[in-house]
């Protein structure tokens, strides 16, 4: 961190903005604090109000008004994540960005919950704080690669709930032979397998085949049994 210290006066944007950004810094390490004074001061940025804790955010956003806080995540009284709930709360709340040395998924998806507008872990450089408070400022979100990569996954899950949801209505159409024949597709099975183990012909297979992969929207036998998994 000393190293980043001496770095400060050498990465300040000049980048112009209509107006003064103000940020307030919440950390309960004084040296946390000073540090991301001196970075943001450096690009010109007001330090607006310091907190030591989550329980004295609110009296400070109402008394200076910050754009934005940069806000540590694990503090003694009153964590980040409850502090973030009770300022996005507030009529027009200032941006928030989480700060912790923390960035496990549990962490990064609680902050994301509460309303967070950025989240970097405390292996920050200057230029992705000062980088992080003009993004938010200007109303866009700022996320480490980290966080970025837990809130993609998290979607992409999100994603396969309701795609294994509209996959259980589509299969509760399908006739029993269909589902027996798509069970032992998963398996790997082929046609003629499939047809023996179920004292069929081939030709009824593929018939069988036919209709499941109508009935689940799809094209092939490989996307129909990732269809049927999902919504199992």
């Known amino acids: 961190m000393t190293e980043k210290m001496n770095q400060v006066s050498e990465t300040g944007d000049n980048t112009e903005f209509t107006k003064p950004l103000r940020v307030a810094v919440v950390d309960n390490d004084p040296m946390i604090c000073r540090f991301l004074t001196l970075i943001l001061e450096s690009a010109n940025i007001t330090v607006a109000a310091q907190a030591n804790d989550g329980d004295e955010v609110l009296a400070m956003v109402q008394a200076n008004q910050p754009d934005v806080i940069l806000m540590d995540i694990r503090m003694q009284r009153m964590s980040g ?22 960035d496990t998924e549990s962490t990064i998806l609680d902050a994301v919950a509460a309303g967070v507008d950025g989240f970097l872990s405390k292996d920050f450089s200057p230029e ?19 966080a970025a990569k837990v809130v993609v996954g998290q979607v992409h899950q999100l994603q396969n709930r309701q795609d294994g949801h509209q996959f259980q209505q589509r ?14 597709v998963m398996q790997g099975k082929s046609n003629p397998d499939i047809a023996g183990e179920l004292f069929i012909s081939v030709a009824t297979v593929k018939t069988h085949l036919t209709g499941a992969m109508q009935k689940m929207g799809v094209a092939s036998r490989v996307e129909l049994a990732v269809a049927y998994s999902r919504a199992q």
């Open 171 to 184: 299969i509760a159409q399908m006739s029993q032979r269909e589902r027996d024949v798509t069970e032992l």
């Open 128 to 146: 992705e704080i000062i980088a992080a408070v003009r993004s938010v400022a200007a109303g866009d979100g700022a996320l480490s690669s980290r």
């Open 81 to 102: 994540i409850e502090a973030t709930q009770r300022v996005k709360q507030l009529p027009s709340p200032p941006g928030v960005i989480a700060l912790t040395s923390f």
